[in-house]
Protein backbone atom coordinates (compact mmCIF):
# COMPACT_ATOMS: atom_id res chain seq x y z
CA UNK A 1 0.00 0.00 0.00
CA UNK A 2 1.42 3.46 -1.02
CA UNK A 3 2.25 5.45 2.09
CA UNK A 4 1.59 9.44 1.81
CA UNK A 5 3.53 11.55 4.30
CA UNK A 6 2.63 14.94 4.67
CA UNK A 7 4.67 17.43 6.33
CA UNK A 8 4.82 19.43 8.73
CA UNK A 9 1.42 18.14 10.27
CA UNK A 10 0.50 21.21 11.87
CA UNK A 11 1.44 24.79 11.19
CA UNK A 12 0.54 28.61 12.68
CA UNK A 13 2.22 31.40 10.87
CA UNK A 14 1.70 35.10 10.89
CA UNK A 15 -0.62 36.80 8.64
CA UNK A 16 1.83 37.69 5.28
CA UNK A 17 4.40 35.44 5.94
CA UNK A 18 4.99 32.84 3.35
CA UNK A 19 4.97 28.94 4.13
CA UNK A 20 5.38 25.74 2.38
CA UNK A 21 4.62 22.43 3.29
CA UNK A 22 5.59 18.99 1.54
CA UNK A 23 3.71 15.63 0.33
CA UNK A 24 6.19 12.63 0.07
CA UNK A 25 5.21 9.39 -1.42
CA UNK A 26 6.53 5.48 -0.99
CA UNK A 27 6.48 5.08 -4.42
CA UNK A 28 5.87 7.36 -7.98
CA UNK A 29 2.95 9.09 -8.10
CA UNK A 30 0.45 8.31 -11.34
CA UNK A 31 -0.61 12.17 -11.02
CA UNK A 32 -1.22 14.28 -7.86
CA UNK A 33 -4.23 16.27 -6.43
CA UNK A 34 -4.11 19.02 -3.79
CA UNK A 35 -7.18 19.47 -1.67
CA UNK A 36 -8.11 21.97 1.02
CA UNK A 37 -10.81 21.48 3.60
CA UNK A 38 -12.20 24.33 5.66
CA UNK A 39 -13.81 24.21 9.19
CA UNK A 40 -17.27 22.30 9.05
CA UNK A 41 -16.77 21.46 5.01
CA UNK A 42 -15.95 18.66 2.98
CA UNK A 43 -12.70 18.81 1.13
CA UNK A 44 -12.25 20.88 -2.25
CA UNK A 45 -10.22 20.07 -5.32
CA UNK A 46 -6.82 22.93 -5.61
CA UNK A 47 -5.74 21.44 -8.52
CA UNK A 48 -4.21 18.25 -10.33
CA UNK A 49 -0.53 17.98 -10.96
CA UNK A 50 0.66 15.40 -13.98
CA UNK A 51 3.96 15.80 -15.10
CA UNK A 52 7.34 15.51 -13.06
CA UNK A 53 8.76 18.87 -12.76
CA UNK A 54 5.33 20.59 -13.72
CA UNK A 55 5.07 23.89 -11.61
CA UNK A 56 0.72 25.27 -11.21
CA UNK A 57 -0.06 28.63 -9.62
CA UNK A 58 -3.23 29.75 -8.32
CA UNK A 59 -3.30 32.90 -7.13
CA UNK A 60 -1.06 33.44 -4.23
CA UNK A 61 -0.30 29.29 -4.07
CA UNK A 62 2.42 27.83 -6.11
CA UNK A 63 2.35 23.92 -6.61
CA UNK A 64 5.30 21.73 -7.61
CA UNK A 65 5.37 18.09 -8.90
CA UNK A 66 8.81 16.59 -8.26
CA UNK A 67 10.95 15.54 -11.37
CA UNK A 68 10.54 11.99 -10.22
CA UNK A 69 7.15 12.06 -9.35
CA UNK A 70 7.59 11.06 -5.46
CA UNK A 71 7.41 14.63 -4.32
CA UNK A 72 5.29 17.60 -4.22
CA UNK A 73 5.27 20.68 -2.21
CA UNK A 74 2.29 23.78 -2.03
CA UNK A 75 4.21 27.07 -1.35
CA UNK A 76 1.93 29.59 -0.20
CA UNK A 77 3.20 33.64 -0.46
CA UNK A 78 1.86 36.24 1.94
CA UNK A 79 -0.63 33.97 4.00
CA UNK A 80 -3.88 35.62 4.44
CA UNK A 81 -6.37 34.05 7.18
CA UNK A 82 -8.62 32.68 4.51
CA UNK A 83 -6.11 30.00 4.01
CA UNK A 84 -6.44 28.53 7.56
CA UNK A 85 -7.61 24.95 6.84
CA UNK A 86 -6.68 21.53 5.98
CA UNK A 87 -4.51 20.97 2.96
CA UNK A 88 -4.66 17.39 1.83
CA UNK A 89 -2.69 15.56 -1.10
CA UNK A 90 -4.17 12.80 -2.88
CA UNK A 91 -2.76 10.28 -5.45
CA UNK A 92 -5.44 8.84 -7.90
CA UNK A 93 -4.81 5.10 -8.44
CA UNK A 94 -3.59 3.58 -11.71
CA UNK A 95 -5.90 4.11 -14.45
CA UNK A 96 -9.79 2.19 -13.95
CA UNK A 97 -8.52 2.11 -10.29
CA UNK A 98 -11.01 4.23 -8.40
CA UNK A 99 -9.40 4.40 -5.23
CA UNK A 100 -8.03 7.63 -3.76
CA UNK A 101 -5.23 7.50 -1.08
CA UNK A 102 -5.05 10.93 0.85
CA UNK A 103 -1.89 11.89 2.75
CA UNK A 104 -2.74 12.82 6.80
CA UNK A 105 -2.48 16.48 6.11
CA UNK A 106 -1.22 19.36 7.19
CA UNK A 107 -3.83 21.44 9.42
CA UNK A 108 -2.48 25.13 8.70
CA UNK A 109 -3.44 28.41 10.76
CA UNK A 110 -3.24 32.26 10.20
CA UNK A 111 -3.27 34.30 12.20
CA UNK A 112 -4.44 37.57 11.76
CA UNK B 1 -21.64 23.28 -9.53
CA UNK B 2 -22.08 19.86 -8.34
CA UNK B 3 -23.80 19.18 -5.06
CA UNK B 4 -23.30 16.37 -2.60
CA UNK B 5 -26.16 16.31 0.60
CA UNK B 6 -25.36 14.34 3.85
CA UNK B 7 -28.46 14.19 5.72
CA UNK B 8 -27.26 14.65 8.87
CA UNK B 9 -24.35 17.22 10.30
CA UNK B 10 -23.70 15.63 13.63
CA UNK B 11 -25.58 12.49 15.01
CA UNK B 12 -25.25 10.76 18.29
CA UNK B 13 -25.70 7.05 18.73
CA UNK B 14 -25.75 4.56 21.63
CA UNK B 15 -23.49 1.93 21.29
CA UNK B 16 -25.33 -1.65 18.92
CA UNK B 17 -27.75 0.77 17.37
CA UNK B 18 -28.34 0.11 13.73
CA UNK B 19 -26.95 3.70 12.02
CA UNK B 20 -27.50 4.94 8.35
CA UNK B 21 -25.59 7.73 7.06
CA UNK B 22 -27.37 8.57 3.32
CA UNK B 23 -25.96 10.95 0.85
CA UNK B 24 -27.19 11.76 -2.16
CA UNK B 25 -25.48 13.65 -5.39
CA UNK B 26 -26.83 15.87 -8.07
CA UNK B 27 -24.46 15.66 -11.03
CA UNK B 28 -25.81 12.38 -12.21
CA UNK B 29 -22.05 10.78 -11.24
CA UNK B 30 -21.50 6.85 -11.19
CA UNK B 31 -18.98 6.73 -8.61
CA UNK B 32 -19.71 7.23 -4.95
CA UNK B 33 -17.42 7.35 -2.18
CA UNK B 34 -17.47 6.91 1.88
CA UNK B 35 -14.77 7.84 3.78
CA UNK B 36 -13.73 8.66 7.57
CA UNK B 37 -12.03 11.02 8.89
CA UNK B 38 -9.72 10.48 12.13
CA UNK B 39 -7.28 12.73 13.30
CA UNK B 40 -3.52 11.43 12.10
CA UNK B 41 -5.15 9.43 10.32
CA UNK B 42 -6.69 11.40 7.29
CA UNK B 43 -9.37 9.86 5.11
CA UNK B 44 -9.35 6.17 4.84
CA UNK B 45 -11.74 5.23 2.24
CA UNK B 46 -14.52 2.64 3.59
CA UNK B 47 -16.38 1.60 0.58
CA UNK B 48 -17.25 3.04 -2.66
CA UNK B 49 -19.32 2.19 -5.73
CA UNK B 50 -19.20 2.09 -9.56
CA UNK B 51 -22.98 1.79 -10.58
CA UNK B 52 -26.39 1.10 -9.08
CA UNK B 53 -26.23 -1.77 -6.74
CA UNK B 54 -22.26 -2.20 -6.65
CA UNK B 55 -19.91 -1.87 -4.45
CA UNK B 56 -16.52 -2.46 -3.65
CA UNK B 57 -14.70 -2.78 -0.23
CA UNK B 58 -12.11 -0.17 0.77
CA UNK B 59 -9.49 -0.14 3.15
CA UNK B 60 -11.69 -0.46 6.44
CA UNK B 61 -15.11 -2.23 5.64
CA UNK B 62 -15.47 -4.10 8.59
CA UNK B 63 -17.88 -2.89 10.60
CA UNK B 64 -19.61 -1.21 7.86
CA UNK B 65 -22.39 -2.46 4.93
CA UNK B 66 -23.15 0.30 2.33
CA UNK B 67 -26.64 0.09 -0.15
CA UNK B 68 -26.66 1.60 -3.72
CA UNK B 69 -30.16 1.47 -4.99
CA UNK B 70 -30.36 4.76 -7.25
CA UNK B 71 -27.54 6.26 -8.81
CA UNK B 72 -28.11 9.78 -6.76
CA UNK B 73 -27.85 7.61 -3.81
CA UNK B 74 -25.57 6.00 -1.53
CA UNK B 75 -25.80 5.06 1.81
CA UNK B 76 -23.45 3.97 4.39
CA UNK B 77 -24.67 1.58 7.65
CA UNK B 78 -23.40 0.57 10.44
CA UNK B 79 -25.30 -2.66 11.41
CA UNK B 80 -24.22 -2.36 15.25
CA UNK B 81 -22.60 0.84 16.30
CA UNK B 82 -19.69 0.53 18.54
CA UNK B 83 -17.45 3.07 20.24
CA UNK B 84 -14.38 2.68 17.51
CA UNK B 85 -16.80 3.80 14.99
CA UNK B 86 -17.19 7.52 16.17
CA UNK B 87 -15.71 10.26 13.67
CA UNK B 88 -16.27 12.04 10.59
CA UNK B 89 -17.87 11.03 7.78
CA UNK B 90 -17.39 12.12 4.59
CA UNK B 91 -19.22 11.38 1.21
CA UNK B 92 -17.83 11.52 -2.26
CA UNK B 93 -18.76 11.27 -6.08
CA UNK B 94 -16.97 11.57 -9.03
CA UNK B 95 -17.22 10.81 -12.37
CA UNK B 96 -15.92 7.73 -13.78
CA UNK B 97 -13.08 6.99 -16.52
CA UNK B 98 -9.43 7.61 -14.57
CA UNK B 99 -7.96 9.04 -11.59
CA UNK B 100 -7.56 12.88 -12.40
CA UNK B 101 -11.20 14.09 -12.36
CA UNK B 102 -12.01 15.45 -8.98
CA UNK B 103 -13.38 13.84 -5.63
CA UNK B 104 -16.69 16.37 -5.06
CA UNK B 105 -17.42 15.92 -1.08
CA UNK B 106 -20.46 16.21 1.28
CA UNK B 107 -19.65 18.61 4.36
CA UNK B 108 -19.75 15.63 6.57
CA UNK B 109 -21.66 13.53 9.14
CA UNK B 110 -19.64 13.98 12.86
CA UNK B 111 -21.19 10.78 14.65
CA UNK B 112 -20.65 10.09 17.79
CA UNK B 113 -21.32 6.71 19.54
CA UNK B 114 -21.84 6.30 23.35
Known amino acids: TQLLEQSPQFLSIQEGENLTVYCNSS?????LQWYRQEPGEGPVLLVTVVTGGEVKKLKRLTFQFGDARKDSSLHITAAQPGDTGLYLCADPANFGNEKLTFGTGTRLTIIP | DVKVTQSSRYLVKRTGEKVFLECVQDMDHENMFWYRQDPGLGLRLIYF???????EKGDIPEGYSVSREKKERFSLILESASTNQTSMYLC?????????????FGNGTRLTVT
Open chain 2, 49 to 55: SYDVKMK
Open chain 1, 27 to 31: SVFSS
Open chain 2, 92 to 104: ASKVPGGGNSPLH
